[in-house]
C-alpha cells in the first residue's frame, strides 16, 4: 500500500515537469519563428534598398551628376550587396538544428541581428539623403 501511494505521488510530481519541459522548447520555437521572419522581411527591405538603389544609379548616369555621386552610389550598392549577403549567412545558421541548441550563442545572434537591422536602416537614409544630393 505504501508503494501505491509513493507511485501515485511521484507519477504526479512527474506530471507538471513534463509539461514544465515543453514550455520552454514551445518558446524557442516561436522565438525561432520569430526571428527567421524578421530576418525575412529584412532580406525583403534590402531587396527593396537595392533595387532603387540600382535605379537611382542608372539615373545619376543618364543625367551625369558629378562623378563623386556616382562613385558613391555605386559604393553604396555594393555596400548593400554586401549587406544582403550577411543576412543569407544569418538565416542559414538559424537553420542550422546544431547552432539553435546552444542558447548564448542564439542570444548572441539575436543581438547582432539587430545590429544588422540598424545597418539596414541606415543604409535605407543614407540613400536618401545621397538622392536629394544628386538628384535634387
Sequence with gaps: MKRTALMVTVGMLALPLVGGAQQPTQQRQ???????QRLQDMQQQMDRLLTQARQMNHQMIQQRVRQEYQQLGQQME????RLRQMLREMDRLHQDPQFLQQQDRVRDMDQLQERVQNMVREMDHAQ????????P
Aim: hydrophobic fraction near 35%; charged fraction near 20%.
Design 30 to 36: 516561436q522565438h525561432q519563428t520569430e526571428q527567421m
Design 78 to 81: 555594393q555596400a548593400g550587396d
Design 128 to 135: 536618401q539623403a545621397l538622392r536629394r544630393l544628386a538628384l
